[in-house]
Every structure is written in structure tokens, then in C-alpha cells.
């Protein structure tokens, strides 16, 4: 698997103060295992789901304490170039590009209207081993009260055309997809007020499982908190939930569709 085209979303990883317990969760609601802790690297552990990597849980560096977030990678051919125009656009580099080893080279960003995420360049670990199958990532929306911000900043720094999505049944929602050529590869939804206002932007990742309620039902089991759904949707049946440790994330069986496709309007 070569390295992914500038802007894909890559890889995923998320920090918890307690990664034996994080571990315990995900391995009931997804079914991962783990390799061995990399002692060399912060305690980096890569999660796998049938053998291929598809995500990584780590400690927090002393400092870094805080509630738990997942945060998803781009694909980038030059991570310091990829930090310039970050900072050209208005977002802000929070951890500079840093070599991992033979792996790659990675950067944390910020963009305008607060939403996290991070930049990896390929060496070795070229990101996701399975993407679409069950336990694996296979999408991901920002969640951003600021829309207009996002919109202007992601496709200034990653190859993005944008998409909008009509809802003739549901005129308030503003949700909008970028591509890569005809590879839609991020959404942007706008947060309305049923989020409460201390619910900071974020980037929400969805991982597939074969049966959406049943994974609702072990999340909660072992002390996950159902935010939203079990739903239908022509893209899969899906629920949004936060782990024991707060990190949110979405779970979707994407055999399992209901609908039509809405319609997609091209804005740049």
C-alpha cells in the first residue's frame, strides 16, 4: 500500500490517561488487538483490526493531560511545507514537524475556527493497513461551529474541491463534503445548538462495524455514552458515542443503507 495522496485522511490515534482501560473498550466495541507498547515512542501502541493496523492509543506526555480526543491525520508529501501554508491560511502548528524514526514525519495543527488535527508524512508506516471494514476507520466529518472558517482553510491547504449537500427536508443543516478528484474523503457539519457550547470543535471519526446496535450495545455496556442514533442513512445505519474517557467517535455498518443519496452541489 503506497503513500496515500496529499490530504487523505491517513491514520488515527487518540491519547488516554488510562490506555489499559481504552484498550479493554475498544477491543469489546470493535474488536481490536494491540501490539506491544513502543517504549522508544511515548508508549505509542498500534491497534489492529485482522492483523492490519487501523488506529493507535497512547499515554498523554506529562503536561498533556485532559479529556481524551481522537485526532486524525492528513497525508502529506512535505510536512513542513504543509505547515507553511497552515500558517498562511490562519491556522496554527501546535507541534512542529517532528521526525518518529524510519515511520514518517508528523505535525499537530489548529485551524482558524479551533478544529484539531494532524499531518503525517510516510516513511515506513504509510497509515491505515484496512480502511471500510469492520473495526477500521472509513470516514470522518468536522464538527465546527465556525463553517465558513473551515471551508476556506482545508481547501487551502490540502487539495480539496467542495461539495455542498442540499436537504430539501432539512433546510438548517449545513453539511459539506470535500473531494479529492472523485474520491470524497472529509466532511463539515455545521454544530448547532444542540451541542453544548463546551463541546469544542472537532473532527469526528467514524469506524465500521457489521452490526451497528449491537456495537451500541457492548459500548455502552462497558461505560460509553450513546450520544446519538442508532439512524439510518443512505451511507449506512450509524450512532455517535464517546468512550469511557470522553473520546468521541461514530460507529457505522455501511451494509446497511436506507434512501437516496441527497443531491451534491459544487461550491469550489
Request: aromatic letters at 12%.
Amino acid at each position: 500500500m503506497a503513500a496515500q495522496p496529499e490530504g487523505t485522511p491517513c491514520w488515527a490515534d487518540a491519547m488516554f490517561s488510562d490506555v489499559e482501560r481504552a484498550k479493554s473498550f475498544y477491543g469489546d466495541v470493535l474488536g481490536w488487538t494491540f501490539g506491544e507498547a513502543s517504549s522508544e515512542y511515548g508508549n505509542y501502541t498500534q491497534a489492529y483490526s485482522d492483523g492490519k493496523a487501523v488506529a493507535a492509543v497512547v499515554p498523554p506526555m506529562p503536561g498533556q493531560e485532559g479529556q481524551s480526543a481522537w485526532c486524525l491525520y492528513f497525508a502529506s508529501p512535505d510536512v513542513n511545507a504543509t505547515a507553511t501554508k497552515i500558517r498562511d491560511n490562519g491556522g496554527d502548528v501546535l507541534m512542529e514537524p517532528m521526525q518518529v524514526g524510519d515511520f514518517g514525519s508528523m505535525l499537530l495543527a489548529r485551524d482558524p475556527g479551533g478544529v484539531v488535527f494532524g499531518v503525517w508524512q510516510a516513511g515506513i508506516h504509510e497509515g491505515f493497513e484496512a480502511m471500510g471494514v469492520p473495526g477500521a476507520y472509513v470516514w470522518a466529518e468536522i464538527f465546527t461551529r465556525e463553517p465558513e472558517k473551515s471551508d476556506a482553510f482545508f481547501p487551502a491547504v490540502f487539495p480539496y474541491r467542495a461539495k455542498q449537500m442540499d436537504h430539501p427536508g432539512n433546510p438548517d443543516m449545513d453539511f459539506r463534503v470535500f473531494d479529492l478528484g472523485a474520491n470524497p474523503v472529509l466532511g463539515r457539519m455545521k454544530m448547532t445548538e444542540e451541542f453544548p457550547p463546551e463541546v469544542p470543535p472537532y473532527i469526528n471519526v467514524y469506524f465500521t462495524v457489521d452490526d451497528c446496535d449491537a456495537a451500541v450495545d457492548r459500548a455502552t455496556k462497558h461505560g460509553g455514552i450513546l450520544r446519538f442514533g442508532p439512524m439510518d442513512t443512505p451511507f449506512g445505519r450509524f450512532a455517535a458515542l464517546s468512550d469511557p474517557q470522553g473520546a468521541s467517535f461514530s460507529v457505522i455498518d455501511v451494509t446497511n443503507t436506507q434512501g437516496e443519496m441527497p443531491k451534491l452541489t459544487d461550491v469550489g
